[in-house]
C-alpha cells in the first residue's frame, strides 16, 4: 500500500504543524499533502520550512471540497487518506487503513474531540434512502482506494457543506462499502472551547436539499426528510426564544434562510441531475477543472 495523506487546510497553522508532527512520527513513509485554502497566517512558510511534506499547494478557493480535489490531483498514492488540520492520527491508524481496505474501498473511524465538558466520540452512522443504505463518514477521517475516488470523481465543489455526505450517497449508489475501522482513530490536539456558534442555516438547508435531490430526484421521501429536520430546528429555535436565549426576530430570520436555502437547493440539485445522469452524480467533480492550484511546490 503506497499511502498519500491530504490535509487541507486555511489559518491555522500552529494546529496544522501540530498534526504535521505526530503524522510524520506514525506515518513516516506515508507521502504528504497539504492543501492550503487562502491562508493569511504564514501557514505557506511554515509548512516550506519542513522536509515532512511532499506537496503543497496552494488554492484561492475557500471551499473544502476544491481543497480535497485539489489533493486528489496531487497525490500519487493508490490509497488516499484525508486528515482535518487540527487532528492528530494515533499509533495503529495506518495498520487499521490497510486492514480497513482490504475489506472495502473506504474506511473511516472515530474521531475523538476534547471539549470541557469530556470528551466526545464519533461514531458509525447510515440511513436507509429508497431503499439505498447509505453508510456515512468523517470527511476529517477517511481514506479511499484510489479507483473509489475516481469512480466518484472526487468531492462535488458546488458544496460549500456537506461534501462528505454527498460522497457518501453517491458511493452507495455505485455499490462501494464504506468500512468503519474502530482502530482507526484521530483526535485533537488541542481543546475545542465547546461554545455556541451561529449556524449558517441557509446553506445547511441548501447542501441537505441539492444532494438529495441531485442523488434521488423529487421524491416524497426527499421532501420528508428535509421537512422533519426543518421542523426539529424550528423547535429547537423556539425553545431558544422561549428561554430568552434569541429573539422572535431571530427565529423568524432563521425560517426565511431555511425557505431560501432549501428552494435555491432543489433547484440546483435539479439542474445538477440533468447534467449529470451516471451514476457518480458530480457535475462539480475532480475532472470538472484544471486551475485549482495557484502554485505546487513538489519535493517528490
Known amino acids: ?93 495506518v495498520p487499521a487503513i490497510e486492514s480497513g481496505l482490504d475489506r472495502a474501498p473506504v474506511v473511516t473511524g472515530p474521531v475523538h474531540e476534547t471539549l470541557p465538558a469530556g470528551m466526545t466520540t464519533t ?16 470527511g476529517g477521517n477517511v481514506a479511499f482506494r484510489a479507483e473509489a475516488l475516481d469512480r466518484i470523481d472526487g468531492f462535488d465543489e458546488y458544496l460549500e457543506t456537506g461534501g462528505a455526505r454527498d460522497a457518501a450517497h453517491r458511493l452507495a449508489a455505485l455499490d462501494c462499502d464504506v468500512e468503519w475501522h474502530s482502530e482507526m482513530c484521530v483526535r485533537t490536539e488541542y481543546e475545542a472551547d465547546g461554545g455556541v456558534t451561529d449556524r449558517d442555516y441557509g446553506w445547511k438547508y441548501r447542501a441537505l436539499a441539492y444532494r438529495l435531490v441531485k442523488n434521488y430526484g423529487l421524491r416524497p421521501t426527499v421532501l420528508r426528510r428535509i421537512i422533519s429536520l426543518a421542523g426539529s430546528d424550528a423547535l429547537s429555535a423556539a425553545r431558544d426564544v422561549v428561554a430568552g436565549d434569541a429573539t422572535p426576530t431571530n427565529w423568524f430570520g432563521t425560517g426565511r434562510d431555511v425557505v431560501v436555502g432549501t428552494a435555491t437547493g432543489y433547484s440546483d440539485g435539479l439542474v445538477a441531475r440533468a447534467r449529470d445522469r451516471s451514476p457518480e452524480r458530480n457535475p462539480h467533480g475532480c475532472s470538472k477543472r484544471a486551475d485549482r492550484a495557484v502554485a505546487t511546490y513538489d519535493r517528490r
Open 1 to 93: 500500500m503506497q499511502l498519500s495523506v491530504v490535509v487541507p487546510t486555511l489559518n491555522a497553522r500552529d494546529r496544522l504543524a501540530a498534526t504535521l508532527d505526530v503524522l510524520a512520527s506514525r506515518a513516516p513513509d506515508a507521502e504528504v499533502v497539504v492543501v492550503n485554502g487562502p491562508s493569511a497566517d504564514g501557514t505557506t512558510g511554515m509548512v516550506r520550512d519542513r522536509d515532512d511534506v511532499d506537496v503543497l499547494v496552494e488554492v484561492s478557493d475557500r471551499n473544502l471540497n476544491v481543497s480535497r480535489n485539489a489533493g486528489i490531483r496531487a497525490a500519487s498514492g493508490d490509497v488516499i487518506a484525508f486528515l482535518r488540520h487540527d487532528l492528530a492520527v494515533e499509533e495503529a491508524w
Open 123 to 138: 461514531s458509525p452512522e447510515h440511513s436507509e434512502i429508497r431503499g439505498r443504505e447509505v453508510a456515512y463518514f468523517n
